[in-house]
């Protein structure tokens, strides 16, 4: 039972490149969040699924877009990137509304040059 | 939009020392959660907190979920170097949220032998 992962762990990209960064969740979880981590800021959710086929946009969705084709996969995707983009992402799940306690994967570092 | 205000933002104590630190909301939240982040991981919940005025405890760790349901406070006692991180509130509206967290900026704790 591996809980939440992430790929990549670090990444470089330049100014206009794009890149998906993949979560995988193995508890069966139906809701999953991505969230980005910057210096002073908290954590501040960027898109979330409530269900295999279904995605929102939560506080900062501009610039990412979403997908969950699988219940245990949620994939963020940068089209275009941007040096505002440099970040520390977090993914996340839960179980159903309702249900707090959210599971954090170890986080992908971003780096936009 | 929603906004939570950790403090303080940075703590530098001595072992076996104790340690407070509290988040104020200018919104109601129906739970309050405190979870803690190791360096390079991601958050871990600490406690979840359901009930206004209720006090929960997990090992040397307190908090306390304000009566007017606007801040929450967490304890530490007597604490140890790994105590070392970033401690972060979040609250949850409840209801149609979708189990959506808000954070606060978090509390960076160094813990000196």
């Known amino acids: 039972n591996a809980g939440v992962t992430q790929t990549p762990k670090f990444r470089v990209l330049k100014t206009g490149q794009s890149m998906t960064l993949l979560c995988a969740q193995d508890?069966?979880?139906?809701?999953m969040y991505w969230y980005r981590q910057d210096p002073g800021m908290g954590l501040r959710l960027i898109h979330y699924s409530v269900g295999e086929g279904t995605t929102a946009k939560g506080e900062v969705p501009d610039g990412y877009n979403v997908s969950r084709l699988k219940k245990q996969n949620f994939l963020l995707g940068l089209e275009s990137a941007a040096p505002s983009q440099t970040s520390v992402y977090f993914c996340a799940s839960s179980y159903w509304e309702g249900q707090e306690t959210q599971y954090f994967g170890p986080g992908t570092r971003l780096l936009v040059l | 939009g929603q906004q939570l205000n950790q403090s303080p933002q940075s703590m530098f104590i001595q072992e076996g020392e104790d340690v407070s630190m509290n988040c104020t909301s200018s919104?109601?939240?129906?739970?309050w959660l405190w979870y803690k982040q190791d360096p390079g991981e991601g958050p871990v919940l600490l406690i979840a907190?359901?009930?206004?005025?209720e006090l929960t405890s997990n090992g040397r760790l307190t908090a306390q979920f304000g009566i007017t349901r606007k801040d929450s406070f967490l304890n530490i006692s007597a604490s140890i170097p790994s105590d070392v991180g970033i401690y972060f509130c979040?609250?949850?509206?409840?209801?149609?949220?979708?189990?959506?967290?808000?954070f606060g900026q978090g509390t960076i704790l160094t813990v000196h032998p």
């Open positions: 508890m069966n979880h139906e809701y």
């Open positions: 907190l359901y009930k206004a005025g």
């Open positions: 979040a609250g949850q509206v409840g209801g149609t949220s979708y189990g959506k967290l808000t």
């Open positions: 919104s109601i939240f129906n739970t």
